[in-house]
């Protein structure tokens, strides 16, 4: 999935925590060095390759 910054997205589940997250929606703010995003959904990295998410909405440009 391409994700970038400004884009919408929605946490269906975050690997190996547990599930506060779950059900939480947020804008990307930023990606780091190695891929994780970052962003309003809370304090927690969203990684790409291993945790549960959705797109909700492309950035507008």
């Given at each position: 999935?391409?994700?970038?910054?400004g884009d919408?997205?929605?946490?269906?589940?975050l690997k190996d925590e547990d599930d506060r997250y779950d059900g939480r929606e947020g804008v990307v703010e930023y990606i780091d060095s190695i891929g994780q995003?970052?962003?309003t959904w809370g304090g927690?990295?969203?990684?790409?390759?291993?945790?549960?998410?959705m797109l909700l909405e492309k950035a507008h440009k």
């Open positions: 999935m391409d994700v970038k910054v919408k997205i929605r946490i269906n589940h995003l970052h962003g927690l990295a969203v990684i790409p390759e291993v945790d549960d998410f």
